[in-house]
């Protein structure tokens, strides 16, 4: 990165993640959702400046967990895409690409989606889709 202090960027990273991470925590917390982890992916503008690059706080990016089921030690019961990943590793040694997924394993993960997304955001799913907002 020519030009750039690595150390400084870095820091910089690390602060905006942390900050994102704590008000998102929070807001699952409120809900009664732990989240155990995110993905964040950052660049730099042609400017230099920090930029959110993709996604973030989805059940593709994140991992959720139902507070009140938490128990530390083992899996948890988890809200996102883990269901589909557990289906595949109990299959795994199969040929590449891997197993077709029956429908049921597909559909699997939809309630558990559109129930943390009331959850978190306090707003209908439905309504959500329709008008693409999010009122409280």
């Known amino acids: 990165m020519p030009g750039r202090d690595a150390a400084r960027l870095a820091d910089e990273v690390r602060a905006v993640a942390m900050r994102i991470y704590a008000h998102a925590s929070a807001v699952c917390a409120r809900a009664g959702i732990v989240l155990a982890d995110t993905k964040l992916e950052m660049g730099l503008a042609r400017d230099g400046a920090l930029v959110l690059a993709d996604e973030i706080l989805t059940p593709d990016s994140s991992r959720f ?15 996102d895409k883990q269901y589909v990943r557990d289906w595949l590793d109990d299959r795994r040694g199969t040929d590449r690409p891997g197993p077709a997924l029956p429908d049921d394993v597909v559909a699997g993960p939809g309630p558990a989606y559109v129930e943390r997304f009331e959850r978190i955001t306090g707003a209908s799913f439905a309504r959500y889709l329709e008008e693409d907002v999010i009122a409280r």
């Open 65 to 79: 967990w139902d507070a009140s089921a938490y128990a530390p030690g083992g899996p948890q019961p988890s809200f």
